[in-house]
């Protein structure tokens, strides 16, 4: 009997292949719900600050005068509170991941260009 | 009258996962006394509550510990929620039960492999985290991650996750029991597993109880307490007790551990059995004032979260008594005694997270 069972372990360790994905060639498991980083679309964005002023890590830093939206990935921790919160959909979550890197500051920056101009400008709200 | 020398053991040791540091004092290779200080990774959470939003804060509160992140984030919820006295909806309450469940079989496979690493039997602890990773692909389809899932808020938890899934989840863990039997009938039976652990790190029931004792440490030393029982979330309407051994040693703490495993799958279909319709989140408006105790059961023990608030959206007082913190008292007893070379087996026994016990 034990003989048997230990040929059956052995027969499935030869010939069943390994258990684990075999990554690289094999690409990891990802789900639509992944949070893997954050992604920014600076065309969508009314440079509200509610995602720099409801940041847990204060990741995010927005400069209202400079149109400008930078965000240290060092700090980031992938939460997704800031894509949550924001009105206008210029943030959402990527389900890959960010290439490693090592020196600081990882940080991605990006300039907001201005809104076209209309004849009534909505005034900008910013949310606390 | 031999003579006592005193051996630095952590927060670097080759066997431990987590950085405790303990002074053994030693008399030949037998330790008559450990001093444990802690600190060494003091991050600050609790202050940190100052400074940020309540809503904001359960991702912080979540990243005390990497294991029990969710049990973690939820007692905060259940905190907030306590204060404001907010009616959650009952599907998020039974996914929180869920995802609470799921944790704890990741945490519990997670420490029977650290376990039988441990004692050198490194197939064992790779067929035990072999068989977590199904339970971590559970969670991140549902969630979004694997350990930090950062999926409860305030007020009902960020995604619902649909009928299907969740019948989907009971059937994989179906198919996952049969493995997890085979499992445990190695840590049950197994004779180098019983030789290592049997007899060894004894903490009696008494003892376990004065010395303030949390969650498998208590239950090994025969003490049916478990704060599932309390019926927080959705625990109330769904039917288990609490595995108790007597031995009260590393033998028994991992039999309450490995037997835990199929309470969480049970607990995990009756839940999905049980889950109403109807919203997972709530508008929550205003901000707290008050204060409030809560508390739940994580894999390692009873967590205590206490918040107090004074009606702005900063917290005035965050506090966490985590279970490591009070199984610190019962691990110096039981390792009294033994010899230096046990020493790593005895701690690991407690499932030390010092992430949670020093914050």
Same mark, same amino acid.
């Given at each position: 009997m034990g003989l048997l069972t230990i040929a059956k372990t052995i027969s499935r360790n030869v010939f069943g292949g390994p258990v684990t994905r075999r990554y690289p060639a094999e690409p990891a498991n990802r789900y639509d719900l992944t949070r893997g980083h954050l992604a920014f679309e600076p065309e969508n !964005?009314?440079?509200?600050r509610v995602c720099m002023l409801r940041c847990p890590t204060q990741a995010i830093v927005v400069d209202r005068e400079a149109r400008t939206w930078e965000c240290d990935h060092f700090r980031c921790?992938? !939460?997704g509170n800031c894509v949550d919160l924001c009105p206008t959909d210029a943030l959402h979550l990527e389900p890959t991941y960010r290439s490693p890197e090592a020196?600081?500051?990882g940080k991605e920056f990006h300039e907001i260009p201005a809104p076209p101009p209309k004849p009534e400008a909505g005034g900008e709200t910013a949310e606390t | 009258m031999s003579r006592q020398i005193v051996i630095p053991f952590g927060p670097q040791h080759p066997v431990l996962p987590e950085p405790i540091h303990l002074d053994l004092v030693m008399e030949d290779e037998r330790v008559v006394d450990a001093l444990p200080s802690i600190?060494?990774?003091?991050?600050?959470l609790e202050k940190l509550v100052e400074k940020r939003d309540y809503r904001d804060f359960v991702y912080i509160a979540e990243r005390i510990c990497g294991i029990c992140s969710f049990i973690h984030g939820m007692t905060y919820c259940h905190a907030i929620e306590g204060i404001m006295d907010l009616p959650v909806p009952p599907r998020a309450l039974y996914l929180r039960t869920v995802w609470s469940e799921l944790s704890r079989l990741h945490s519990h496979l997670l420490w029977l492999g650290l376990m039988a690493d441990s004692m050198g039997f490194e197939s064992l602890f790779m067929q035990s985290w072999r068989l977590r990773e199904h339970v971590l692909d559970d969670l991140e389809s549902t969630t979004g991650n694997r350990v930090i899932q950062g999926v409860c808020k305030v007020g009902g938890v960020r995604h619902d996750v649909s009928n299907q899934k969740l019948n989907e989840i009971v059937a994989g863990l179906e198919v996952l029991r049969p493995q997890l039997e085979d499992l445990m009938s190695v840590f049950v039976r197994d004779d180098t597993v019983r030789h290592r652990?049997?007899?060894?790190g004894v903490v009696t029931e008494q003892q376990a109880w004065d010395l303030g004792g949390a969650g498998p440490v208590l239950r090994a030393s025969g003490i049916a307490n478990d704060i599932r029982q309390i019926g927080y979330a959705a625990y109330d309407e769904l039917d288990f007790k609490p595995v108790v051994e007597t031995a009260g040693d590393c033998y028994a703490r991992t039999l309450v551990r490995a037997k835990e495993l199929f309470t969480s799958i049970d607990l995990i279909r009756q839940a999905v059995e049980k889950i109403p319709e109807g919203p997972v989140d709530m508008k929550v408006t205003g901000n707290p004032k008050g204060e409030f105790y809560a508390r739940s059961e994580q894999p390692r023990g009873e967590v205590i979260h206490y918040v107090k608030a004074n009606g702005t959206k900063n917290l005035v007082r965050f506090r966490v008594r985590t279970p490591t913190f009070t199984n610190i008292a019962p691990l110096v007893t039981c390792l009294k005694g033994i010899e230096l070379a046990d020493v790593p087996v005895v701690v690991l026994s407690i499932d030390p997270c010092i992430g949670c016990a020093e914050r």
């Open positions: !964005c009314r440079v509200c921790i992938t !939460c020196d600081r500051p | 600190g060494y990774i003091h991050r600050g652990l049997s007899g060894l």
